[in-house]
């Protein structure tokens, strides 16, 4: 019998990885290499964190742990959106993910049934489309574009659900590629249509912390009945340790609880503890630093970008990319994006990560990086257009 892969793993690679592993030969070659195409902070886990592991490493045996979580970091989350949004969020309410993704995948087991239909912003995170893709679910991508912000709206979803009905609906906020953060009042909105329908929300919230206009909103401020997914990649600055978390409605909570038991036992340990370490004040302190350079990235971005002819992208509320229409150059950004790396050695993620259909002709531009070398790397670009 000759093995055969399924036809649920027949799904898009995830482009921008092939980016990092073509700029990593790049570097080997030439040593010149500039990402704007990696959504991960340039530092390391704060300080804090990484003395709670020089304790814990000394101290326990770091077997498994709880499947849902150690209880001290489910109480220090738990406290945290107390603090940062007022809202009433019980431990038990909380369950540790391996990263955001591991939490994604099984709020979707649990939460869908094969062959019923979420919808989603396009742009957006590739990962959704493939991991509903790859558990039999239907990704509904509603083209959103510049006047909605590349947020979904409710009047969208209504036309959507009236002709073929919705079952979920995966909201981002700031955005993954945009960076855009959803209102208060549309958020509320999506919220309770969502209630009003019998859709559940679930609403994409790693990149709170990194904004620079207004904070954005969680959805649990709305709806005690949306899933929150959280992590500390982003703003924590800890994208390998592989921490992440789900606010989950009741229902979810033990069929959640127990597929992830199964799936993966529990997060790692170690990191687990580390967590914890990250959301003391001394930590935030330090990872408040890191937002500020990004601040300081960001306008230097936005006040650059015009000399690569690049006029059309929505101003980044928050995260740390933007997102840009360059069919001026060209409208092929993968090739285009190739090319670059190969004439400049500055790597870029094409477009069509993000939006299959329109996303030839955008790129987007990570800024996470120092100040420098996001400067030198517009240099190297302007010296091309």
Same mark, same amino acid.
């Given at each position: 019998?000759?093995?055969?892969?399924?036809?649920?793993?027949?799904?898009?690679?995830?482009?921008?990885?092939?980016?990092?592993?073509?700029?990593?030969?790049?570097?080997?070659?030439?040593?010149?290499?500039?990402?704007?195409?990696?959504?991960?902070?340039?530092?390391?886990?704060?300080?804090?964190?990484?003395?709670?592991?020089?304790?814990?490493?000394?101290?326990?045996?770091?077997?498994?742990?709880?499947?849902?979580?150690?209880?001290?970091?489910?109480?220090?989350?738990?406290?945290?959106?107390?603090?940062?949004?007022?809202?009433?969020?019980?431990?038990?309410?909380?369950?540790?993910?391996?990263?955001?993704?591991?939490?994604?995948?099984?709020?979707?087991?649990?939460?869908?049934?094969?062959?019923?239909?979420?919808?989603?912003?396009?742009?957006?995170?590739?990962?959704?489309?493939?991991?509903?893709?790859?558990?039999?679910?239907?990704?509904?991508?509603?083209?959103?574009?510049?006047?909605?912000?590349?947020?979904?709206?409710?009047?969208?979803?209504?036309?959507?659900?009236?002709?073929?009905?919705?079952?979920?609906?995966? +909201?981002?906020?700031?955005?993954?590629?945009?960076?855009?953060?959803?209102?208060?009042?549309?958020?509320?909105?999506?919220?309770?249509?969502?209630?009003?329908?019998?859709?559940?929300?679930?609403?994409?919230?790693?990149?709170?912390?990194?904004?620079?206009?207004?904070?954005?909103?969680?959805?649990?401020?709305?709806?005690?009945?949306?899933?929150?997914?959280?992590?500390?990649?982003?703003?924590?600055?800890?994208?390998?340790?592989?921490?992440?978390?789900?606010?989950?409605?009741?229902?979810?909570?033990?069929?959640?609880? +127990?597929?992830?038991?199964?799936?993966?036992?529990?997060?790692?340990?170690?990191?687990?503890?580390?967590?914890?370490?990250?959301?003391?004040?001394?930590?935030?302190?330090?990872?408040?630093?890191?937002?500020?350079?990004?601040?300081?990235?960001?306008?230097?971005?936005?006040?650059?970008?015009?000399?690569?002819?690049?006029?059309?992208?929505?101003?980044?509320?928050?995260?740390?990319?933007?997102?840009?229409?360059?069919?001026?150059?060209?409208?092929?950004?993968?090739?285009?994006?190739?090319?670059?790396?190969?004439?400049?050695?500055?790597?870029?993620?094409?477009?069509?990560?993000?939006?299959?259909?329109?996303?030839?002709?955008?790129?987007?531009?990570?800024?996470?990086?120092?100040?420098?070398?996001?400067?030198?790397?517009?240099?190297?670009?302007?010296?091309?257009?």
């Amino acid at each position: 019998m000759r093995v055969r892969p399924s036809t649920r793993s027949a799904v898009e690679p995830f482009h921008v990885m092939e980016v990092v592993r073509a700029a990593a030969a790049r570097q080997r070659s030439h040593g010149d290499m500039i990402l704007l195409c990696v959504g991960q902070p340039s530092t390391p886990a704060p300080r804090a964190a990484l003395d709670a592991v020089h304790t814990v490493l000394e101290s326990d045996a770091l077997g498994y742990t709880e499947g849902d979580g150690i209880p001290l970091l489910r109480e220090t989350i738990a406290a945290h959106y107390r603090a940062t949004y007022d809202v009433d969020v019980a431990p038990d309410e909380v369950l540790i993910s391996t990263g955001s993704s591991g939490g994604f995948s099984t709020v979707l087991l649990a939460a869908f049934d094969a062959g019923q239909r979420v919808a989603m912003a396009r742009p957006g995170y590739p990962a959704y489309r493939n991991t509903l893709h790859a558990l039999g679910l239907q990704p509904v991508e509603i083209d959103c574009g510049s006047e909605t912000r590349f947020q979904l709206a409710v009047e969208q979803l209504e036309r959507e659900h009236a002709e073929t009905p919705l079952h979920g609906v995966i +909201v981002a906020s700031p955005a993954n590629p945009t960076g855009t953060i959803i209102e208060p009042d549309q958020l509320a909105a999506i919220a309770d249509w969502c209630t009003a329908h019998d859709v559940l929300l679930l609403s994409d919230e790693i990149y709170h912390g990194i904004s620079y206009t207004a904070s954005a909103r969680s959805a649990r401020e709305f709806s005690r009945e949306a899933v929150v997914l959280g992590s500390a990649s982003k703003f924590w600055s800890m994208t390998g340790w592989r921490v992440g978390w789900n606010l989950l409605p009741v229902q979810l909570r033990r069929p959640v609880d +127990v597929l992830q038991t199964n799936l993966a036992i529990c997060a790692p340990a170690v990191s687990q503890y580390a967590a914890v370490a990250a959301f003391s004040p001394e930590a935030t302190a330090e990872l408040t630093r890191h937002v500020e350079r990004y601040a300081v990235n960001r306008d230097l971005l936005l006040r650059r970008l015009p000399e690569l002819g690049i006029h059309s992208f929505a101003p980044p509320d928050g995260a740390f990319y933007a997102y840009c229409d360059v069919s001026h150059l060209t409208d092929d950004t993968t090739r285009w994006c190739a090319e670059v790396l190969d004439r400049t050695g500055v790597a870029i993620a094409p477009g069509v990560d993000f939006d299959p259909v329109n996303g030839h002709r955008c790129i987007r531009l990570s800024f996470c990086g120092t100040t420098d070398a996001l400067d030198e790397a517009i240099d190297r670009l302007v010296a091309i257009v």
